[in-house]
């Protein structure tokens, strides 16, 4: 990462955090099945970009100086003790998933907590699983540069891993033992498949002719909040809950990830059309191919009517997709969508203004800056 104009990384702050993480997310993912075993820890890896831990893990220490009581002892959480294998095959050789503690640098001086850490493991366990399932629905052959699950063991298996990989996660859920994090992350879950289900259809509804209106980029937004927004912005309020934050610090570390998961997505939706498919390490143009009308065309469209056609029938006939990724490229549709984005950006940034100041916070306003900077 490039250091801040101090000279001090930003990031610094969570960088030991983040060495341990593929670790102790592997731990969570063991299973006797050793077929099972490989796919459920296949995309892990190759080590993803870890946003949603990372945002997690800085928002864990950022909101920590925010309170008062002491946290050099926090309360013995389940997440620290043994439970007793739960899966089919159980004999020895069988590790459960969770009889040992999140794995940390003893001699780190961390403000963050043993269950603010599982949280950042459980947010890219179900990021990890909605991939898997992401990659069969759009027939994807690559993700993190090497060919996507559903492409190296098939369909079944890329389903079944991910289904798998939410079990897990779900446990160590629970065992945090705070419904109201519980209840937050379960809502997430549900969320993902609402906004993929949205995007199912590119407008409310099911017209041959839609016109461009006002509830367009309103269902549009809806289903980018709950495709992408609702992970980054439930658990960093659950961070902000887990390390007992009062409820004003809890609504801004919800603005700050609602914000900032739009601006996220927006950006993702952008790269689609302006990076190529070696850069982004997966497919580009991927979007229009799939049918999919975001933001960079619902802007072109606002100005030109014949874009609404192609929406209608899902780009589907001969030299559609040519022809609206022409439309989308001579409109403004990308500058309108980065400026959508960077709105958003400053409203996640004005979301912690009030936070004390600490290397944390700026890791948080750095993650704004690096998500508008983004090229994959
Ligand atoms: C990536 O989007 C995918 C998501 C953000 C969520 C996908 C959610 C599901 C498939 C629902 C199932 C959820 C679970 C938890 C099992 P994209 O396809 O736009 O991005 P990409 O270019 O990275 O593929
Ligand atoms: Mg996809
Ligand atoms: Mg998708």
């Given at each position: 990462a490039a250091p801040s104009p101090i000279g001090i990384d930003p990031l610094q702050s969570v960088a030991k955090e983040l060495k341990f993480l593929t670790g102790n997310i592997q731990q969570l993912l063991g299973s006797g099945h050793p077929m099972l075993d490989t796919v459920a820890k296949y995309y892990t890896q190759?080590?993803?970009?870890?946003v949603r831990p990372m945002l997690v893990l800085l928002m864990s220490q950022a909101t920590?100086?925010?309170?008062?009581?002491?946290?050099?002892?926090p309360r013995a959480l389940d997440v620290d003790s043994p439970i007793s294998p739960s899966a089919v095959l159980s004999d020895a050789n069988h590790s459960s998933p969770?009889?040992?503690p999140p794995t940390v640098d003893d001699t780190s001086d961390t403000t963050v907590l043993p269950s603010q850490r599982r949280l950042a493991e459980i947010t890219e366990l179900i990021h990890t699983a909605s991939l898997l399932h992401d990659d069969v629905i759009d027939n994807s052959i690559s993700r993190r540069s090497a060919p996507s699950a559903n492409i190296q063991f098939g369909n079944k298996m890329a389903v079944l891993a991910g289904d798998f990989m939410l079990g897990r996660a779900s446990v160590a859920l629970a065992r945090l033992r705070d419904p109201e994090v519980t209840e937050l992350l379960a809502t997430v879950i549900a969320n993902l498949i609402e906004g993929e289900f949205m995007q199912l259809?590119?407008?409310?509804s099911d017209e041959k002719y839609p016109a461009y209106s006002q509830e367009t980029m309103e269902y549009y937004l809806q289903k980018t909040y709950l495709k992408s927004a609702s992970l980054i912005s439930k658990s960093t309020r659950a961070a902000a809950i887990l390390g007992n934050c009062s409820p004003d610090v809890v609504d801004a570390a919800y603005s700050y990830g609602k914000n900032l998961g739009l601006a996220f997505q927006l950006v993702d939706d952008m790269l689609d059309y302006t990076v190529s498919g070696a850069e982004l390490g997966k497919p580009a143009g991927a979007d229009l191919e799939l049918g999919l009308a975001t933001a960079p065309l619902l802007f072109a469209w606002k100005d030109n009517k014949e874009l609404g056609t192609l929406v209608g029938r899902r780009?589907?006939?001969?030299?559609d997709v040519k022809r609206a990724h022409d439309l989308v490229i001579q409109s403004n549709g990308i500058e309108q969508t980065r400026a959508m984005a960077e709105d958003y950006i400053n409203k996640a940034r004005e979301a912690i203004a009030?936070?004390?100041?600490?290397q944390a916070k700026a890791g948080l306003l750095d993650m704004c800056t690096k998500v508008l900077q983004r090229r994959k």
């Amino acid at each position: 990462a490039a250091p801040s104009p101090i000279g001090i990384d930003p990031l610094q702050s969570v960088a030991k955090e983040l060495k341990f993480l593929t670790g102790n997310i592997q731990q969570l993912l063991g299973s006797g099945h050793p077929m099972l075993d490989t796919v459920a820890k296949y995309y892990t890896q190759s080590e993803g970009k870890y946003v949603r831990p990372m945002l997690v893990l800085l928002m864990s220490q950022a909101t920590a100086l925010t309170v008062k009581q002491d946290r050099s002892t926090p309360r013995a959480l389940d997440v620290d003790s043994p439970i007793s294998p739960s899966a089919v095959l159980s004999d020895a050789n069988h590790s459960s998933p969770l009889t040992s503690p999140p794995t940390v640098d003893d001699t780190s001086d961390t403000t963050v907590l043993p269950s603010q850490r599982r949280l950042a493991e459980i947010t890219e366990l179900i990021h990890t699983a909605s991939l898997l399932h992401d990659d069969v629905i759009d027939n994807s052959i690559s993700r993190r540069s090497a060919p996507s699950a559903n492409i190296q063991f098939g369909n079944k298996m890329a389903v079944l891993a991910g289904d798998f990989m939410l079990g897990r996660a779900s446990v160590a859920l629970a065992r945090l033992r705070d419904p109201e994090v519980t209840e937050l992350l379960a809502t997430v879950i549900a969320n993902l498949i609402e906004g993929e289900f949205m995007q199912l259809r590119n407008t409310a509804s099911d017209e041959k002719y839609p016109a461009y209106s006002q509830e367009t980029m309103e269902y549009y937004l809806q289903k980018t909040y709950l495709k992408s927004a609702s992970l980054i912005s439930k658990s960093t309020r659950a961070a902000a809950i887990l390390g007992n934050c009062s409820p004003d610090v809890v609504d801004a570390a919800y603005s700050y990830g609602k914000n900032l998961g739009l601006a996220f997505q927006l950006v993702d939706d952008m790269l689609d059309y302006t990076v190529s498919g070696a850069e982004l390490g997966k497919p580009a143009g991927a979007d229009l191919e799939l049918g999919l009308a975001t933001a960079p065309l619902l802007f072109a469209w606002k100005d030109n009517k014949e874009l609404g056609t192609l929406v209608g029938r899902r780009f589907a006939e001969q030299g559609d997709v040519k022809r609206a990724h022409d439309l989308v490229i001579q409109s403004n549709g990308i500058e309108q969508t980065r400026a959508m984005a960077e709105d958003y950006i400053n409203k996640a940034r004005e979301a912690i203004a009030f936070f004390p100041e600490s290397q944390a916070k700026a890791g948080l306003l750095d993650m704004c800056t690096k998500v508008l900077q983004r090229r994959k």
